[in-house]
Nanobody, 111 residues
Framework: VQPVESGGGLVQPGGSLRLSCVASGFTFSMYAMSWYRQAPGKERELVATINSISSSTNYADSVKGRFTISRDNAKSTGYLQMNSLKPEDTATYYC?????WGQGTQVTVSS
């Protein structure tokens, strides 16, 4: 079953949002998870990745120090905490786990 993202919305520059990605139908704890984003007219880009046991994370340079990826395997849920948001963070955010994409959640950063 495809993962389901939520938590997007409209936020002012400097604000915060937390995205969630809920997985079902498989053992979530066995797989790494990633967040991607795609802005209009641009290619989908990798934002952050976390391994299956949360011992390793990686971030795109553009979000380092502002975004934090995490997961709760007991809840089969991954998260992306986004702080100090900028207009250039505006995009549709997708999670990827077990080679399955979610439907995406829209994040718009604007005053």
């Amino acid at each position: 079953v495809q993962p389901v993202e939520s938590g997007g919305g409209l936020v002012q520059p400097g604000g915060s949002l937390r995205l969630s990605c809920v997985a079902s139908g498989f053992t979530f704890s066995m797989y790494a998870m990633s967040w991607y984003r795609q802005a209009p007219g641009k290619e989908r880009e990798l934002v952050a990745t976390i391994n299956s046991i949360s011992s390793s994370t990686n971030y795109a340079d553009s979000v380092k120090g502002r975004f934090t990826i995490s997961r709760d395997n007991a809840k089969s849920t991954g998260y992306l905490q986004m702080n100090s948001l900028k207009p250039e963070d505006t995009a549709t955010y997708y999670c990827l786990v077990r080679r399955m994409w979610g439907q995406g959640t829209q994040v718009t950063v604007s005053s």
